[in-house]
């Protein structure tokens, strides 16, 4: 296949931060999506004290916490083909509303442990429907370079958002109590779901679009069948093409590793009677390094060398981590954690290939199925490491996992999900 130099000369633009935040639409999504993640991680903090105090089993406050995850893979198994399928401003305003019905039903009545985890994981279910259409948005508005820089920005936001939404969890339970904050949370949603009612233009849906050009055609391809066919059939098709999966499996199984890792930081702390609270500023230096990283790479690095440097930044992702095994002091530890999270920039290069690989007709499920897949690996990985930890030690499966991400980085030094053809 040959290359138009004009296409790839626009291709290897590169853009900066200032102009992505240009754009009116991209800003409302960037903002809305901020806001709630930060009430999705209040809530999620506020919710596990809540459950804790009430049973005094540490098992069901950590069910709480996770059970928002692994649900999510089923959702967009089952019904990531609505995000392709439906008007993309009332999908979205419907699952702010959703949320915030959610977070007020929890603050405000006062429902068994059992139906509140019930809950929770419905509601998980059709998450990746509203990020995916939110995703495919925004790959609608921004292009080439634009795009990557865009996610790069989401990502940032995110991390930031996550650690925001869990320092004022923990103060505005001491403050107002769990409950009240889990109104404060309902709220959060509520004010993301005006702005997006009032200021997003309401677009048609892609098929409804392409049944105005081909009526026909796009009638027989996506007017009919059930939404859990159609999410079905879309799906098993995404992951049949081997492209698609590695690009997949290259976003899905570092996290998961570098999250086993992170999830045993409490106890590697405690074995190596660090000082009392030293676990929380370790903890920390993960998404301060992931900023940095992000900010780095995509401000100064061209969208070719990005590519090409995916497989190089996940060994900088998972080597730090073998130092671990050698328990060293505090000091050295944060400087590793950081150096890890700095790796996580690796996943600007796949942004643009996955962007590239996924039929136009699909985005919105394909970009479900990542964001459901990277949720519930994060379930994963700190089960398989603190598995690990049980018959070895804190440090040792830390180091472990460092070298799990470091071998992935060699399947794909061998794959090359990041670069050319």
């Not at 080439?144 to 996550?162: C, E, F, H």
């Amino acid at each position: 296949m040959t290359s138009d130099p004009a296409s790839a000369a626009a291709r290897e633009q590169r853009a900066t931060y200032t102009e992505v935040l240009s754009d009116r639409r991209f800003r409302l999504l960037f903002a809305t999506r901020t806001l709630t993640v930060t009430a999705d991680a209040l809530r999620v903090m506020t919710l596990s004290v809540l459950v804790f105090s009430t049973t005094g089993s540490p098992l069901l406050g950590a069910l709480t916490f996770g059970i928002g995850f692994l649900p999510q893979l089923a959702g967009s198994f089952f019904l990531g083909s609505l995000a392709d399928r439906a008007r993309p401003r009332r999908l979205i305003v419907a699952g702010h509303v959703l949320q915030c019905a959610t977070a007020a039903v929890l603050g405000l009545a006062r429902l068994p442990v059992a139906a509140l985890l019930l809950l929770i994981a419905a509601v998980a279910v059709l998450t990746p429907v509203f990020s995916g259409v939110s995703n495919r948005l925004v790959a609608e508005t921004l292009t080439g370079d634009a795009y990557v820089l865009g996610r790069s920005l989401s990502n940032i936001s995110a991390s930031a958002a996550q650690l925001l939404g869990l320092a004022a969890g923990g103060a505005a339970v001491a403050v107002l109590g769990p409950r009240t904050t889990l109104l404060l949370s309902a709220g959060a949603y509520l004010v993301a779901g005006a702005a997006i009612r009032l200021r997003l233009p309401d677009l048609p849906a892609p098929e409804q679009s392409e049944q105005q050009g081909q009526r026909g055609q796009a009638g027989q391809r996506g007017g009919s069948g059930s939404v859990l066919r159609h999410s079905w059939s879309s799906s098993t098709e995404l992951l049949a093409d081997r492209r698609v999966r590695v690009l997949l499996l290259a976003q899905w199984l570092p996290p998961m590793f570098v999250v086993g890792a992170e999830s045993l930081i409490v106890p590697f702390a405690s074995g190596q009677r660090m000082p009392d609270g030293s676990a929380g500023p370790l903890l920390a230096c993960l998404p301060v390094g992931m900023l940095t990283g992000d900010l780095a790479v995509g401000r100064f690095v061209r969208p070719a060398v990005r590519e090409r440097l995916v497989a190089t930044l996940v060994v900088v992702l998972g080597l730090p981590l073998l130092g671990f095994a050698l328990n060293p002091p505090w000091a050295v530890c944060a400087a590793l954690l950081l150096v890890t999270g700095f790796g996580f920039a690796y996943a600007l290069g796949l942004q643009r290939p996955f962007l590239d690989a996924v039929p136009e007709a699909s985005r919105g499920q394909a970009f479900g199925l990542l964001s459901a897949g990277l949720m519930s690996v994060q379930g994963v990985g700190p089960v398989l490491f603190g598995t690990v930890a049980e018959f070895t030690d804190a440090g040792t499966a830390i180091a472990l996992a460092g070298l799990a991400t470091v071998c992935v980085a060699g399947a794909m030094a061998w794959q090359r999900p990041g670069g050319g053809r």
